[in-house]
């Protein structure tokens, strides 16, 4: 599977962005996809997650709940992350990634990751 992230960009405090994950390759819809962000000298950090199955559970780590939402589209092949409400502490290189059929936080534990793209938020 390869990823590919876009969506990024300069935005100010109180707006929205849409990040986007592109996935190639076979069997999209059995992989557990979630966003991961990591800002300058700190270690890179959950985000959100949705599952693989049908209900496609979400799940979203405290500082983001209720302004940022996951969603896919396995038609599509794609994944999303819609922020709204955003803060300068949201600054950071947003990174999706995939693991099969798993259901965790740990970035260890995923397989295949996008290449990042940078969202910067100012006050």
């Known amino acids: 599977v390869q990823l590919q992230a876009s969506g990024g960009g300069l935005v100010q405090a109180g707006g929205s962005l849409r990040l986007s994950c592109a996935a190639s390759g076979r069997a999209f819809s059995t992989y557990t996809m979630a966003w991961f962000r990591q800002a300058p000298g700190q270690e890179r950090e959950f985000v959100a997650r949705?599952?693989?199955?049908?209900?496609?559970?979400?799940d979203y780590t405290d500082s983001v709940k209720g302004r940022f939402t996951i969603s896919r589209d396995n038609g599509k092949n794609t994944v999303y992350l819609q922020m709204n409400s955003l803060k300068p502490e949201d600054t950071a290189v947003y990174y999706c990634a995939a693991v099969r059929g798993g259901w965790n936080i740990r970035p260890s534990v995923y397989n295949y990751w996008g290449q990042g793209t940078q969202v910067t938020v100012s006050s």
């Open positions: 949705i599952s693989w199955t049908s209900v496609s559970s979400t």
